[in-house]
């Protein structure tokens, strides 16, 4: 009897230790690791064929302009017809909502939290400036303001800038705002 529970022991120890030559394979494989360079797995391979686009999609070529200041520069080239503006809101809604809120007036649950508060986006001060301006901030970013030259195309700027401007700005959560100050 002393013997059979021996054996039996013995026969799970190796699963207690997580030792049988299956046990972790797996964690083991020759997928990439989360955290970890396609470098170390693959050496001499890099993850992404150069040139390669994600499918379906385009490559997004994220700066177009030298710097803020050429960018102000810039013609907006994407007429602000209802379908730009409305791509423009569904961006918006992902992209600046978080701190510039849905009414665009800086009111977003990260921009509360935020030192620096996000600028309203449908001030006077920003109706004044050319729409070239806000495609350098989304292009290049502020202080505290992110770059959004590789989440959003340069097309994609213009349609959000088409939203703040014909959408945004005559909404009337802008107009409710405005009119409370
Ligand atoms: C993480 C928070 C955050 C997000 C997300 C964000 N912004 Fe901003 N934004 C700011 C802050 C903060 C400022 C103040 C200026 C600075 O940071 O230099 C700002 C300023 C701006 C300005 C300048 C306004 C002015 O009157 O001069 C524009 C234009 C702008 N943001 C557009 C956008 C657009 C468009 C998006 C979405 C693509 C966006 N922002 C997303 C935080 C944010």
Not at 25 to 30: F, K, L, R, T, V
Not at 38 to 48: Q, R, S
Not at 73 to 101: M, R, W
């Amino acid at each position: 009897m002393k013997k059979l529970s021996l054996a039996i022991a013995l026969l799970f120890a190796p699963l207690v230790a997580q030792a049988w030559p299956w046990s972790d394979d797996m964690a083991n494989q020759i997928s990439v690791k989360p955290q970890a360079s396609p470098n170390k797995a693959a050496p001499g391979a890099t993850l992404f064929p150069s040139r390669s686009v994600p499918a379906p999609g385009t490559a997004t070529s994220s700066i177009t302009v030298k710097d803020a200041d050429a960018a102000v520069k810039l013609a907006n080239p994407v007429a602000a017809d209802a379908k730009s503006v409305e791509t423009g809101h569904q961006l918006f809604t992902v992209y600046c909502t978080p701190c510039h809120g849905t009414s665009g007036t800086g009111d977003g649950k990260v921009g509360e939290k935020l030192i620096l508060r996000p600028f309203d986006l449908t001030s006077d001060t920003l109706a004044e400036q050319p729409d070239g301006y806000i495609f350098g901030m989304m292009t290049f970013g502020g202080a505290v303001m992110p770059v959004y030259a590789n989440d959003l195309s340069p097309t994609e700027r213009w349609h959000v800038i088409n939203y703040i401007r014909k959408g945004l700005r005559n909404a009337p959560a802008a107009q409710a705002a405005a009119s409370a100050q």
